[in-house]
């Protein structure tokens, strides 16, 4: 294998993460699935790349001068890259949370030093609402910039620039389908565009979890939504504007206990920990690659994103009093009758 050349700062270590070949879901699919390895990056997540996109192009821009302060709403994981970005680059961070997401990402964010602020979760269109609240504190803060990842497209910019072009290179161009899930919609809009630039004919597919809107909507145009999942950082309600134009072709709806079943086979088959939404997304995959299959394409080859790192839900996804109170299963393992 060949050796990465020395990145010259910290912020180059984020993207330009390896892909890998998984063995149960290509088996399952009977063609190839690959994951994006993004719990690779500095922050451990995917959402790095979206951080340094955005914080980059309010400096391009004039907006974010020396010793500002990003502000931002989010599921934790923004957060977390933005406090890395941030520190690296000498601003202040503020993030505003709705207090139901992991415990792990709330220290996470402490120990990077980020000012944390929790809201009770609501609804998108009540005022406290995590989104509102960071615009708002963004407003009233010296030197603060609202870095709005939802509808700041410097968020999927950075995965057409950089997500979409390494899988082409990765892959040396032969890919037939991408799909993963949304929460802001960047990876899948940026990467959708991205690809499509290449290869019009790459199948680009949402996977959405229960409880979010979208799998409606491109299936029939109304977004609404059913169910629930307590996947994080996923499951989207409306169009972001990272999501307007997003070319997509196709749609799969997954469960929590079946991105679960591929948490589990991951962990225990392959060795990767990962969060839900990974588990999602690879059963998002599986699922494209059986319809492009189905659909005449020989030995399709799909891609998908590896979110983030497991080890930011041991007190939740790999804890089984949390589990059970979810009227989730228990991995085998971590059962004790
Ligand atoms: N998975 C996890 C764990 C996340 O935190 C996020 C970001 N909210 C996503 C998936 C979705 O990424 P995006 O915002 O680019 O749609």
């Known amino acids: 294998m060949k050796l990465l050349p020395p990145r010259e700062t910290t912020l180059d270590l984020i993207g330009n993460t390896p892909l890998v070949k998984l063995e149960g879901p290509s088996r399952e699919a009977g063609c190839e699935i690959y994951g994006k390895c993004e719990f690779m990056n500095p922050g451990a997540s995917v959402k790095d790349r979206a951080a340094l996109g955005i914080i980059r192009d309010a400096e391009a821009r004039g907006e974010l001068q020396p010793g500002g302060c990003v502000v931002e709403g989010t599921a934790g994981n ?6 890395l970005v ?14 139901n ?7 996470t964010l402490r120990a990077l030093g980020a000012e944390l602020v929790t809201v009770p979760p609501t609804k998108f269109s009540d005022c406290n609402h995590f989104v509102h609240t960071s615009r708002r504190l963004a407003e009233e803060t010296e030197g603060a910039i609202w870095a709005n990842q939802f509808d700041n497209t410097a968020n999927r910019k950075a995965h057409i620039d950089g997500t979409a072009r ?3 290179e990765q892959l040396d161009g032969r890919i037939d389908g991408f799909t993963c899930a949304a929460g802001t919609g960047g990876t899948l809009a940026g990467v959708g565009l991205g690809l499509k ?16 809107a979208l799998y409606n909507y491109f299936a ?12 994080e950082g996923i499951g989207q309600g409306r169009i972001t504007g990272n999501l307007e134009g997003a070319p997509i072709d196709t749609q799969f709806r997954i469960s929590d206990g079946e991105g679960l079943k591929w948490v589990a086979r991951l962990l225990r088959e392959e060795g990767l920990c990962l969060g839900l939404s990974s588990g999602i ?32 839900y041991l007190s939740t996804l790999y804890n089984p009093e949390w589990l059970a109170a979810k009227d989730l299963p228990v991995f085998d393992w971590l059962r004790e009758d």
């Not at 923004?78 to 406090?83: D, H, K, Q, R, Y």
């Not at 630039?197 to 979010?212: Q, S």
């Not at 029939?220 to 996947?231: C, D, H, K, P, T």
């Open 78 to 83: 923004t957060g977390i890259g933005i406090a």
């Open 281 to 312: 997304n690879v059963a998002g995959a599986i699922a494209l690659g059986r319809k492009l299959k189905a659909d005449g394409v020989a030995e399709p080859r799909v891609a998908t994103i590896l979110c983030d790192t497991g080890f930011r």
């Open 197 to 212: 630039e290449f290869d019009e004919a790459i199948t680009i597919a949402l996977t959405d979890p229960h409880g979010a």
């Open 220 to 231: 029939n145009g109304e977004l609404q939504a059913e169910g629930s999942s307590v996947a």
């Open 86 to 99: 941030a520190n690296a680059l000498g601003y202040r961070t503020i993030i505003v949370m709705p207090d």
């Open 166 to 168: 390494e899988l082409w």
């Open 101 to 107: 997401q992991s415990r792990e990402k709330m220290d």
